[in-house]
């Protein structure tokens, strides 16, 4: 692995002085800075779409993401034995800390520089082959119709009555939540987002934030990444916090660090309330579950179910004191 990776580390026109293996990349400490290195999930056309969404981001003046090499053909990617290999600027591994409210506060700020720039990018993006633009409403439908058809086959089996006892009110709360959405016209409107803003993607360095790994970027909506970011936040800090009786962002002061860059309209405040109400959690759990185990629960499904179902009553009120 070694060789390859100074092949092709050569190949982007960098000489490693070292290597560090980590979980799911290299580290390569270079003269002329530090990169990481890993193989490459999306294919061609996709990575070539994030190289150009990055692209233009630095041209804007983002910084703080970890934008791609080019290698001596101008590509992003290099190719061996039919494997795609990428090299990224590397910021550190100290991921972000959902317990430390500055630090959330910090990357909130970051979130709204992104996302106007999102908000204002040129159309002459090209796409990755395949992949449709308008998949908002479309996911959220197709999940309420996972819901309903797994609940049409457990019937009385459903996994335990805790379980059962507070389905109805989250799917009524999820197709609330659509019908809303519906209403707005969301999904006519689209933009890029990140598609996954939690710890691991999100490095804390030195007081600045930097935001990796796009490799699930989607052409949807910014509006998808700010409403998943803070409800993780919600989830990891706030209820906790809340609990022990120490102090928390709420969410009016979170949407307001996020606002500092990134404006938000009358319309879009209607649709982050209807999509901070939509369960998603709870929704991809029982997915998950049903998946992983038709008449039992796996002992981490069934975690992350008791916390949802624990957080209920904190969350609905969180989200809707705004």
């Not at 197709?142 to 379980?163: C, F, P, S, V």
Request: with cysteine; net charge positive; aromatic share 14%.
């Amino acid at each position: 692995m070694y060789s390859l990776i100074y092949d092709v580390a050569e190949e982007f026109g960098i000489k490693p002085i070292n290597v560090y293996k980590c979980k799911y990349y290299y580290v390569l400490g270079c003269s002329s800075g530090t990169y990481s290195f890993c193989q490459a999930r999306p294919r061609t056309a996709k990575i070539m779409e994030i190289h150009s969404v990055k692209t233009e981001l630095l041209e804007k003046g983002v910084g703080n993401i970890d934008t791609y090499l080019v290698n001596s053909e101008g590509l992003p990617y290099a190719e061996r034995d039919g494997r795609l290999y990428t090299v990224t600027r590397f910021f550190g591994s100290n991921e972000l800390n959902f317990m430390n409210s500055n630090q959330v506060a910090v990357t909130l700020r970051s979130i709204g520089i992104i996302h106007r720039c999102l908000r204002d990018m040129e159309s002459s993006i090209v796409y990755a082959a395949g992949e449709s633009r308008n998949t908002v409403i479309e996911k959220y439908t197709k999940e309420l119709k996972d819901m309903a058809r797994i609940k049409k086959l457990m019937g009385k089996r459903m996994w335990d009555m805790d379980i059962a006892s507070v389905y109805d009110s989250f799917m009524e709360r999820a197709e609330k939540s659509v019908e809303r959405l519906k209403e707005l016209g969301y999904g006519e409107k689209t933009t890029y987002c990140h598609n996954g803003l939690k710890e691991g993607n999100i490095i804390y360095k030195k007081g600045r934030v930097y935001i990796i790994d796009w490799d699930n970027m989607k052409h949807m909506s910014y509006i998808e990444d700010i409403a998943f970011f803070i409800k993780r936040y919600m989830r990891k800090n706030c209820y906790y916090s809340h609990n022990s009786g120490s102090p928390y962002m709420d969410l009016e002061c979170a949407m307001n660090k996020y606002a500092t860059y990134k404006s938000i309209d009358n319309e879009e405040y209607e649709i982050l309330r209807a999509i901070f109400s939509y369960p998603q959690r709870f929704i991809d759990t029982v997915r998950e579950g049903f998946r992983t185990g038709k008449t039992f629960l796996p002992s981490g499904v069934r975690r992350k179910l008791e916390e949802c179902i624990a957080q209920k009553d904190f969350e609905e009120k969180y989200m809707t004191e705004w």
